[in-house]
């Protein structure tokens, strides 16, 4: 079982989250994808049965680059299918509930060592589980506040302004992020793939994912041949590996695995399931309780537990 597998390397990550460990961690940042909602019955995007699967049955001809029916360009040449996608998207969130992985968040910052928590979601579930406007950064807007961002548009300017506040180019250790946790993600997308590269070499990086195997290459990881994917993304033909951030240039690709940073650990596991046993191990399971029975309490069908 997974749990059993990965029982060191999440202990190993707990040890450091208790207060007066060595190389304590305090400052978290936790940069969250589609698979963190999916225990709350909202479906992934690119896994077999997922969104991407539905609208390709309907709209076959797009079924080799669905991330084009996402698009701003689709959007205004076909506004009313465009419509009906965005009402599909609206559907699968409109009752769903926080899961015991936005709720860590939440603990987090209770516990005074959450950063930020950038995530690719729009179903504002990070707020609704009660983390704080100014540590959420919710870089494709939100369905609540009806401001999805498309492919081929522009991350909102916090996005950026985030990024700058978080990771600034010359921070070096302690005054620098310790943890960033990679949550639920493949990081297929730009900009926000680059986020987990921006952290000091120093910095822990913990990617929890179902398939980790898939997050360690991405569109961008063989510039000289750009899949259909990848140009799918863009209204330009041959999209850059990397970018900058304000004055900062930071790669695009995928890192993972391969040992640019001192500590670093795939955990192929359900995010629900990892947060069980983070909250286990750092002696949490009471005060997480009683989070999750106050949000249930106001959330009767909240899947936290």
Not at 164 to 169: H, L, N, V
Not at 208 to 220: I, L, Q
Not at 233 to 259: I, N
């Amino acid at each position: 079982m997974a749990a059993a597998r990965y029982d060191g390397v999440v202990s190993l990550i707990a040890s450091r989250m208790l207060p007066r460990a060595e190389g304590q961690i305090r400052r978290v940042v936790v940069a969250a994808g589609a698979g963190v909602s999916t225990g709350a019955g909202i479906p992934d995007f690119r896994s077999h049965g997922g969104f991407f699967d539905t609208v390709a049955q309907l709209y076959p001809q797009y079924a080799c680059a669905a991330e084009q029916l996402l698009s701003r360009s689709f959007a205004e040449a076909h506004p009313a299918d465009s419509a009906k996608i965005r009402q599909l998207v609206e559907t699968s969130m409109a009752k769903a509930k926080p899961t015991a992985s936005h709720l860590l968040c939440t603990l987090l910052q209770q516990k005074g060592i959450l950063q930020r928590v950038y995530t690719q979601n729009v179903d504002g579930l990070y707020a609704a589980a009660g983390v704080r406007e100014d540590l959420l950064v919710e870089a494709h807007g939100s369905v609540r506040k009806n401001n999805i961002v498309l492919y081929e548009d522009s991350l909102p300017a916090e996005f950026y302004a985030a990024v700058a506040q978080d990771f600034p180019q010359n921070a070096r250790p302690p005054d620098c992020v310790d943890l960033m946790l990679v949550m639920g993600t493949s990081l297929q997308v730009a900009p926000f793939c680059a986020v987990p590269n921006l952290g000091h070499r120093h910095c822990m990086r913990v990617l929890v994912t179902k398939d980790v195997a898939a997050c360690t290459t991405n569109p961008f990881s063989a510039p000289k041949k750009w899949s259909d994917e990848a140009l799918a993304m863009y209204s330009e033909s041959r999209p850059a590996p990397s970018l900058k951030f304000g004055s900062r240039a930071v790669s695009l690709q995928s890192w993972w695995g391969k040992r640019r940073w001192k500590s670093e650990f795939l955990v192929d596991m359900d995010t629900d399931l990892f947060t069980q046993l983070l909250v286990r191990h750092c002696g949490w399971t009471d005060e997480f309780a009683v989070l999750c029975e106050h949000y249930s309490h106001h959330n009767p069908s909240s899947v936290c537990l």
